[in-house]
C-alpha cells in the first residue's frame, strides 16, 4: 500500500488525481491512500512525514507549491515530489526542492501512468523502511537510519545524533528508549551502556571501557560490555562477508 498527497487548491483536478490513481491502481493491483490539501498552508500543518509520494500545484493561495516544497524539505528529505503546473518553466524550478518530476496540466491519464510507474519503481529502489519518524516537539521528520550516529537518553527525551561531529544535527524527542529498542531491532545498533544506543557502522574502535563512535568517546558500562563487544564483532563478520 502507497500512501499519497494531493496538494491542489482546484477542485476539478484533484477529483481527477484522484480519479487517475484510482484507475491505475485497480489496473495494476495497488492498494492507496489518498488524501486531498486544498493549499500548502493545511499540508504542511498535518504533514506527519508518512507519505510515500506528494502530487503539489505549483500556483496556490496563501503559500505557493515552490515555497511549500521547500518548507517540506527542511522535515522531510526522503519523499518524492511531483509537481503540478500549467507551465514546464515553472517545474524546472523544482531541482531546487529535489522534486523527482512534473505533470502538465491538463493532466492526460497517459501521462499520469507512466509518471507514477517510475515513482514507484523508485520508492522500491529506495527502501523507503529504512528510515524512521522522529516527532520532535514542534515537528515529525523522517530520517534515514543509517545517517544516525547514536541515540541517547536524557530524562525522558532521546536525543538523536545525526551527522558528523562537526556538522551534527539532534532531534529531540520525548519517548522511552525501550520504545527506539523495538524499532531500531532489525538494524546495527547496539547498547553500550543504559544511556546510549550506538550504530555499529560508525564504531571506529573500543579501547578498555571507551568506544568512539565517528571521532566521538562514550563510556561503556561494565554490565554491556561484554554483549556490547560481541554485537561489534559479529557486525565486523557480517560486513567481511
Known amino acids: 500500500m502507497y ?14 488525481l ?18 486531498h490539501f486544498k493549499n500548502g498552508v493545511h499540508f504542511l500543518e498535518e504533514y506527519d512525514a508518512s507519505y510515500d509520494l506528494i502530487f503539489m500545484d505549483i500556483q496556490m493561495p496563501y503559500i505557493n507549491g515552490m515555497d511549500t516544497a521547500q518548507k517540506l524539505r527542511e ?27 512534473y505533470v502538465l496540466k491538463p493532466i ?8 507514477i510507474s517510475h515513482a514507484l519503481r523508485r520508492i522500491s529502489a529506495t ?24 541515540i541517547e537518553i536524557d530524562g525522558h527525551h532521546l536525543i538523536y545524533h545525526i551527522g558528523p561531529p ?10 522511552t528508549m525501550k520504545s527506539i529498542l523495538d524499532k531500531m531491532e532489525n538494524y546495527d545498533f547496539s547498547r553500550c551502556n543504559n544511556c546510549y544506543l550506538v550504530n555499529l557502522y560508525y564504531v ?33 563478520e557480517k560486513k567481511l562477508k
Not at 492526460?108 to 507512466?114: E, I, Q, V
Not at 568506544?211 to 557486525?235: A, H, W
Open 3 to 16: 500512501k499519497i498527497a494531493i496538494v491542489e487548491d482546484e477542485l476539478s483536478y484533484a477529483q481527477t
Open 18 to 35: 484522484t480519479k487517475y490513481i484510482e484507475k491505475y491502481g485497480k489496473q495494476n493491483d495497488i492498494s492507496f491512500i489518498c488524501n
Open 75 to 101: 522535515i522531510d528529505s526522503q519523499v518524492l515530489l511531483i509537481f503540478i503546473t500549467n507551465l514546464s518553466q515553472y517545474a524546472i524550478k523544482g531541482y531546487s526542492v529535489n522534486a523527482f518530476d
Open 108 to 115: 492526460s491519464y497517459h501521462d499520469f501512468a507512466m509518471k
Open 127 to 150: 527502501k523507503k523502511e529504512d528510515s524512521i519518524m522522529i516527532q520532535t516537539t514542534t515537528k515529525t521528520v523522517r530520517v534515514p537510519v543509517d545517517k544516525i550516529r547514536y
Open 166 to 175: 562537526s556538522n551534527e544535527t539532534t532531534y529531540h524527542q520525548y519517548a
Open 204 to 236: 571506529q574502535n573500543i579501547f578498555g571501557y571507551t568506544v568512539t563512535v565517528d571521532g566521538y568517546e562514550l563510556q561503556i558500562s561494565q554490565p554491556r560490555k561484554k554483549e556490547f563487544v560481541s554485537d561489534f564483532k559479529n557486525y565486523s
